[in-house]
């Protein structure tokens, strides 16, 4: 079924592909991803990247870095950028920001990728984030599938299937493993492409605020008064919650990172012992 809805998902790719006139992800193309690196940092958004040292960010810039979502608030910019359609009408100004910011001089300058979550066919038009020109080549368009499993004891076995089927050539290679959360999918793509290490950095999970909310001097730099990705906010972050997805993320991440293990020998780390996720995946040792 994961590979059935996989190959739907393609040619959905492939017609929004042509429609917003982006290539299509192909997570083997080592041009496209710049310097060979063997280590991947995806960059979340949580409040512990307010701990990152002036040592550490120069090593990641050493390496290769996506940087998700409301990453584009940061001073840092990645290698690539991941985003995806706001979720309503109710987040067009979350729409105009994120859109505005990859418009920055300084990020035009430096040319990162967009790595676009394919938009439904019914999306309005201004949901879908807007990629200037000086990115788009670098940019790609991709879509997704899941495990089939709804048992958290099978969550490893299916995986590993599931990975599996991108050696076997039966997944299309822009489509990558989701769970409802863009971390998911990112992780699965630092595996398909040949990383042996991914680190994530603010992926905290066990708070509903930003490293921007801990620090409005973004907001200053950036010359925004507000920026507000997350209206409806619970306790925790919002791929903790249950009646949104099949599994959360604390649940998803550390079996797609044991599967990432004995499939293909990739190590998943946490950048911060604050993470929800700190009894599951191990510290990254920082050089």
Known sequence: MAIRHALRDAEGTAKMSQR??????NPSDREWWGAETDTLFILGSGPSIEDITASQWQHIAQHTSIGLNSWVIHDFIPDFYGCEEVESLEYIEVQTTISAMLRREDVTAKRPGVLLLRPQSRTEGNRIIDIPSPLRGR???YGRTTAVTRKTTN????????????QRGKIPSPILIDAGMSIAR?????????????????VDLNSNTYFFDQNPGYFERRGIDTFNPWKH?????DTQDRTTRHFIATEFLPALASAAKNTHGVD??????????AN????????
Do not use: C, N
């Open 186 to 202: 990112m992780v699965s793509l630092g595996v398909v492409s040949g990383f042996t290490k991914i680190v994530l950095l603010g």
């Open 155 to 166: 969550l490893v076995s299916d995986l590993e299937k599931l990975l599996g089927s991108y």
């Open 20 to 25: 917003l006139e982006l290539q299509t992800l």
């Open 280 to 287: 599951d995946l191990p510290q990254y040792p920082w050089q």
């Open 139 to 141: 940019s790609r368009i």
């Open 268 to 277: 998943v780390f946490l950048s911060s012992t604050h993470s929800a996720l």
């Open 233 to 237: 906010r619970g306790q925790a972050h």
